[in-house]
């Protein structure tokens, strides 16, 4: 895609989006922009979160001694471990190399429940505000570098950078205005009041703006400015 087309493309999709009533209107939109199976998001790999995760979980981990008083596990927690589940997380998170990244959902899972917009938050912005997400709060999305990519093309005022938005490939601190200004979208009257009234819709246009963020990125060497 050129980035003229990238432009186009970005607002036939925000339109779509923004004209939305129903779970079923957002779920159409990809057929309608051809937008490439590939790049959608598999339910099976994602689905849906039903629960919910609140500061008093935490506090009871930090009671157990699974937890210390930064959210880091306690060193001997492998040997706390009782159920097959929690042990089959465990050694997964281990294997990513994830643990150390999990004090930073905790993080935004404390600070959405204090209404905390920290900005101070430098790194693992997208673990932090997946913790914000599990909270379940109204207007805390799912975020990631192709949604971010997303957004930021339909909001960018200047073509220029379109090429320069388009490699984008990890969100660090630059990045939490446009953060803020996605979050601001998605609760304000841009979006219709039906589809708003809808239970957990953010994480359906979050997959959406996934699946286009994928489409639209550019594999060019990126731009140092």
Partial sequence: MTDHEVIEFTKSLFNLI??????????????????PAKNLMKIEGYPKIEFAIKSSDIQ?????????????????????????????????AWKNGDLKKIKHIIKGIIDSENDNNNNDQNEALVFYQFGKYLTKKSGQPIIDQHVIRAFSIFSSKNTNQISSIRQLKVLD??????????????????????????????????????????????????LNL
Avoid: C
């Avoid at 923004?18 to 937008?35: F, G, V, W, Y």
């Fill in 173 to 222: 601190k630059i990045h939490i205005p446009i953060i803020n200004q996605y979050k601001e979208w998605l609760t304000s009257d841009a979006l219709t009041k039906e589809l708003r009234e809808v239970k957990d819709y953010t994480y359906h246009i979050d997959k959406l703006l996934f699946a286009a963020g994928k489409t639209i990125k550019s594999h060019a060497q990126a």
């Fill in 18 to 35: 923004q004209n939305a009533r129903t779970i079923i209107d957002l779920e159409e939109i990809p057929h309608k922009l051809n937008i």
């Fill in 60 to 92: 009871s981990l930090i009671d157990k001694n699974v937890l210390d008083d930064e959210f880091n596990f306690m060193s001997d927690i492998s040997t706390k471990l009782t159920d097959p589940f929690s042990k089959l997380l465990y050694a997964t």
